[in-house]
């Protein structure tokens, strides 16, 4: 009962050893193969989601959640809790007209930051509009 004791120690010891070889390949061959940040399409950028969402409902009022969230590049229940706030905070109207939501951009509301603050929404929906 010895050897077969030991043998059963020997691989319970092995086995985390393993992993974390496989864990720290793994980690590597991932390490490897990332991107940098515009080849992956995951860059920073100068506005928010919350004024991403904002410019897209002002573009299309009557567009829905599941297309801003591909726009964006978020999660359609990000696109909802950005909705939320905006709603909350007198930025974004939202009107129920039959199934389809219609969403009106509160254009005149000062922007939040102390730097910005002399600005309004429509300032920066203005700033960024499609030519």
């Not at 009107?95 to 509301?109: P, S």
């Not at 600005?119 to 030519?131: C, R, T």
Request: proline share 2%; glycine share 6%; no cysteine.
């Amino acid at each position: 009962m010895g050897k077969a004791s030991s043998k059963r120690q020997s691989r319970k010891t092995e086995t985390p050893k393993e992993t974390g070889k496989a864990a720290a390949d793994s980690a590597v061959d991932s390490a490897s193969s990332r991107k940098t940040g515009s080849e992956s399409g995951h860059r920073w950028t100068f506005l928010t989601n919350h004024a991403h969402v904002l410019i897209v409902l002002h573009r299309n009022p009557t567009i829905v959640l599941r297309e801003v969230a591909l726009e964006v590049g978020i999660t359609e229940r990000a696109v909802q809790r950005i909705i939320q706030d905006l709603e909350e905070e007198g930025f974004l109207q939202r009107e129920k007209i039959g199934r389809q939501n219609h969403y009106q951009v509160l254009t005149d509301q000062a922007l939040r930051h102390p730097i910005e603050k002399h600005k309004s929404i429509g300032d920066l929906l203005n700033l960024v509009a499609l030519d």
